[in-house]
């Protein structure tokens, strides 16, 4: 007799693999589950909207005075009130917005460029050449900034495009030195030696291979950059060294409001907040991207 037939075992079914992830992709995925990083995101989004089109919708100029108004609390005519000069002051806020948060990218820009390729480059090349280059980013610590800002606004003139200029000039050293500690710490990778033993030079491997790898601190201090930029627009407006009449910051508004805040307290209320939410929201942003970069992060 035949041995009867052993009963048939149903393989198991095959797991499906997982998605390839990278780490941007994760970076994202961390990102999203920080709520506070969020909202501060959704926070300058809007406020960034409304600053660029908000203007457009509104019946009055900046510039627009009505003396016989003078300043008024908040009421259906004028959402914020007024200004001692009778100046709608929702719209000196949203174009002061323009003023501060163009001040802050634009110079954290400059500050960027200069600090990127200036650390990039005393990183790379080490020895006598990087000693000398921190030994001059040491020196210009040493100096006062707002003293340093304030004499190159004296030299070159209260100028809108000169203030970023100028704020970016002295905001670039400690990008230098964080740029500069990535990349003393990737150029000793397997990949920059392969990268050399195939005859690359060093240009292509800075700016192809090191800073690259070197984005997730650049990105992250970058959005804190932001925000110093802007406070210190907001000082040396505050002294009259920024931004000139009849235009104006945040900075300069709140420098207003501070001298007529017991006789109109809107005045300095409405800057201030606006103000300190940009600034919270900058930082919230800034620790959760610090935060969703950091490689070591547990994935979920």
Known sequence: MNPAPAPSVPLPAP??????????????HR?????????????LAVLGLL????????????????????????????WLGTD?????????????????????????????????????????????TDAVMMRIVDIMYALPFTIFVILLMVF???????????????EWLTMARIVRGQIMTLKKMEFIEAARS?????????????????????????????????????????????????????????KDGAEKMEEFPWLLQFPGVV???TLFSLNFLGDGLRDALDVRASKD
């Open 198 to 254: 195939l005859g690359l030079g060093n240009r292509r491997i800075i700016f192809r291979h090191l800073l690259p790898n070197a984005l997730g601190p650049i990105i992250v201090y970058t959005t804190l950059t932001i925000p110093a930029v802007m406070l210190l627009e907001a000082f040396l407006s505050f002294l009259g060294l920024g931004v000139q009449p009849p235009m104006s910051s945040w900075g300069t508004l709140i």
């Open 156 to 170: 070159l003139g209260r100028n809108i495009v000169l203030l970023f200029v100028a704020i970016g000039a002295v």
């Open 84 to 128: 001692t000069l009778g100046r709608d002051l929702l719209v000196r806020l949203l174009y002061g917005g323009r003023i501060s948060l163009g001040v802050g990218l634009c110079a954290t820009i400059v500050a960027l460029t200069i600090g990127v390729v200036y650390g990039a480059i005393a990183g790379y090349v080490g020895g006598k």
């Open 275 to 277: 103000f300190s939410l």
């Open 15 to 28: 797991v499906a693999a997982e998605p390839p992830s990278s780490l941007w992709r994760d970076a994202w």
């Open 51 to 78: 600053c660029v089109f908000g203007p457009f919708f509104l019946s009055y100029s900046y510039q627009e005075q009505n003396l016989d108004l003078g300043a008024t609390p908040p009421s259906a005519a004028h």
């Open 31 to 43: 990102l999203r589950q920080n709520r506070l990083a969020v909202a501060g995101g959704a926070v």
